[in-house]
């Protein structure tokens, strides 16, 4: 007598079973493991990622993948970030192919966050998460990367001001994103930066260099005005004052030279705060004296500034703190 097994076969011997898989039942992921943590090299490339999945169907499979990251602020300190998003990056793609592998391509772009990648055989779905975190260029590299680029000096200090020539926090291994979403190693806000130039260092920094190179130029122009002189020092302060806001230097008749703005007195214990020593406000107040007024209002940034607490962000102050004026 032959016996009968659901969800199985019999063949022609008695008393014995032929165990029928489904090919479905099969379907399982190989490689990665879930929530494993990939890390974009110190060189700013892309890890390795192969996901693979085993399934005893032939034919093409539907791949997916979406990568998506929420920026909150984090400041420059190695500590957890604060829970409000300020912004949202996201990227996606499908293909098909009969290839049971796939190492990870986006799109060739070097970005990072929670990726979520899916493949569909017959009816079924298989679907698995890793996360894509960032580390920390070495100076040696930064350098060499910056003397690649043209016109670029003093950049390196702009860098080490920013954000201590860092472009991710360690502890998450995200990047370094302020406040007002200045993002990574040059504190990019304007342009706004696209998705890779937050994440990839190189291209973050590609990205500053263009403006860098807008505020050379326009501080040249400024300087050599009316067939006017300045000083290899005068535009670098110009340069950096621009970076961060208006013009250094205004021009002084009586000289007949470029100065320092005038009645601009700046916070030494801040990199970029400042008084405009014309407003009525601040007149005859010493330094020490506007900054015990006006320093539990920074933390708000532009929000703190008002009437009563009328300081401001300045370049001037910037340029100075800087270069160490």
Not at 100 to 108: A, G, I, M, P, Q
Request: aromatic share 10%.
């Amino acid at each position: 007598m032959q016996q009968v097994i659901h969800a199985g076969s019999t063949n022609n011997t008695d008393d014995t079973v032929i165990k029928v898989v489904s090919a479905e039942s099969t379907l399982t992921w190989l490689s990665p493991a879930e929530n494993a943590v990939f890390k974009i090299t110190q060189d700013a490339m892309l890890p390795d990622i192969i996901f693979e999945f085993h399934t005893q169907i032939v034919g093409f499979y539907k791949w997916s993948w979406t990568i998506e990251w929420e920026a909150k602020a984090s400041g420059l300190r190695e500590r957890v970030r604060k829970d409000k998003v300020l912004q949202t990056f996201k990227e996606s793609g499908s293909f098909v192919s009969d290839d049971r592998t796939w190492k990870v391509s986006l799109f060739d772009q070097v970005i990072g966050g929670t990726l979520t990648v899916s493949v569909s055989v017959s009816d079924k779905t298989l679907t698995r998460t890793v996360f894509i975190k960032g580390q920390n260029p070495t100076q040696e590299s930064i350098a060499r990367y910056i003397a690649s680029l043209d016109d670029m000096t003093g950049f390196e200090k702009l860098l080490e001001q920013e954000t201590h020539s860092r472009h991710f926090i360690n502890l998450d291994g995200e990047p370094i994103v302020a406040f007002d979403k200045g993002f990574g190693i040059t504190q990019m806000t304007n342009p706004v930066p696209n998705y890779e130039q937050v994440w990839n260092w190189k291209a973050n920094i590609l990205a500053g260099s263009s403006i860098y190179k807008d505020k050379v130029r326009i501080a040249k122009k400024y300087l050599g005005q009316a067939g006017r002189t300045y000083t290899d020092d005068q535009l670098r302060h110009e340069v950096f004052s621009r970076w961060n806001g208006g013009s250094y230097h205004e021009w002084d008749r009586v000289s007949a030279s470029w100065v320092r703005k005038k009645n601009l007195l700046c916070d030494s214990n801040t990199g970029n705060i400042g008084w405009s020593m014309d407003n009525e406000m601040n007149k005859d107040k010493t330094q020490a004296q506007l900054r015990e007024r006006d320093k539990d209002t920074y933390s708000k940034g532009s929000k703190g500034q008002s009437d009563d607490h009328p300081w401001q962000y300045q370049g001037v102050c910037y340029a100075d703190h800087v270069l160490g004026k």
